[in-house]
């Protein structure tokens, strides 16, 4: 692995040594990423990414930190965060998807045409969720209310195909750009793209960003239905304390008879479960709770601790749904 320059200048765009990951977590634990890029445009992150796969570094990418656990202590390496790459717009009317992500309607122009016209949206991989269905509201574009609640941002929740029982990200999804290995860009239209059940199945590419298509509607409605499914969410989920969202995948209901993983750790008594200061949510058993202080070492205990009770008393095989980040795993690349 060839040695970085230790100046923070080094780099094509904002970075920051040893960067606190924890805050930028919806989980709160966590140590420090080595360094930290942190491009404010695709132009930017293209650059970043090349400068560090140059040095050898395969990058680890961190939108909105929503589905994800980061060891403790120092990793190794490059994280880019796309928290500055938070751009939504609406595109030049009739425009294709690939030039729709290259071309801004100036505002001027913007406010006198009817939203309805040509209901699609560009999004950025770093603008947040909560930030694309307010946009969406304000302009009547119905389609993604069944995913309200969901944090993090546009990139992860592509990238994941985000969603539950009213509804995925991909719904809407027009075109995907994402990232190469060698940083040149490619875009998928949705017609190209098998997104499956939390996986949009891109080979691990980074998601660069997006065009939606939506269905126009009375914002009226869509407030409601937005309303109504976070108000139900508040009572099922924990969503105002620390957690990293679902830790495992559904199973195939063929195999748990239609049970949930949720339902499957309260079923074998999870929820009794603890390490340190991460638990496992009264309101949920598929969600850990960081109540405080927890480290990283209570999490994946935690994790591990509830899918083996499940395997025992069960038989079935839960499969994770968050990330984890292991200092242990020094990812690099070949440098030519
Ligand atoms: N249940 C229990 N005990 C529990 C939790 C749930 O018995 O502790 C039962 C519920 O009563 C219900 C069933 O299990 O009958 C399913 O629970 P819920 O409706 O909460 O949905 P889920 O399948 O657990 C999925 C997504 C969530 C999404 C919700 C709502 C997965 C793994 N989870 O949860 O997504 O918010 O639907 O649409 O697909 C996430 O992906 O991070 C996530 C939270």
């Excluded at 904002?14 to 695709?42: N, S, Y």
């Excluded at 656990?69 to 965060?81: C, E, F, T, Y």
């Excluded at 839960?318 to 690099?332: N, P, S």
Aim: glycine content about 10%; hydrophobic content about 40%.
């Amino acid at each position: 692995m060839a040695s970085v320059d230790s100046s923070p200048s080094a780099w094509p765009c904002a970075a920051l040594r040893d960067a606190d990951l924890a805050r930028r977590t919806t989980l709160r634990v966590g140590g420090q990423a080595e360094w930290l890029l942190e491009p404010a445009t695709p132009e930017e992150f293209q650059d970043a990414w090349r400068a560090a796969r140059e040095r050898g570094f395969v990058p680890r990418l961190l939108g909105g930190g929503a589905n994800l656990v980061v060891d403790d202590g120092v990793l190794p390496g490059v994280v880019i965060a796309t928290d500055r790459m938070r751009r939504i717009f609406r595109p030049f009317p009739e425009v294709s998807g690939e030039e729709a992500l290259n071309s801004e309607t100036p505002r001027g122009e913007m406010v006198q045409r009817d939203p309805a016209e040509d209901p699609r949206l560009v999004c950025w991989a770093g603008a947040t969720m909560p930030a694309l269905l307010r946009s969406a509201r304000e302009l009547g574009y119905s389609g993604l209310e069944g995913i309200v609640g969901v944090p993090g941002q546009v990139g992860g929740g592509v990238a994941m195909n985000a969603g539950g029982k009213w509804g995925d990200m991909w719904d809407c999804i027009e075109l995907v750009r994402v990232g190469n290995d060698d940083g040149s860009f490619v875009d998928i239209a949705r017609a190209d793209a098998d997104p499956l059940y939390r996986n949009a199945n891109l080979g691990g590419r980074p998601v660069i960003g997006a065009v939606l298509r939506f269905d126009p509607q009375p914002k009226l409605l869509i407030q409601e239905r937005m309303s109504e499914y976070l108000l139900h969410k508040r009572t099922v989920q924990p969503v105002t304390e620390w957690s990293a969202g679902c830790v495992f995948k559904n199973p195939d209901p063929e195999i748990s008879d239609g049970r949930s993983a949720g339902r499957l750790v309260d079923e074998v008594g999870g929820k009794e479960l603890s390490r340190g200061a991460a638990i496992v949510s009264p309101l949920h058993g598929n969600f850990i709770v960081n109540t405080g202080q927890a480290t990283a070492t209570d999490v994946f205990t935690l994790m591990e601790d509830l899918h083996d009770l499940v395997a025992q008393k069960t038989g079935i095989d839960l499969v994770f749904e968050v990330k984890r980040w292991r200092a242990q795993d020094v990812l690099t690349a070949p440098t030519s």
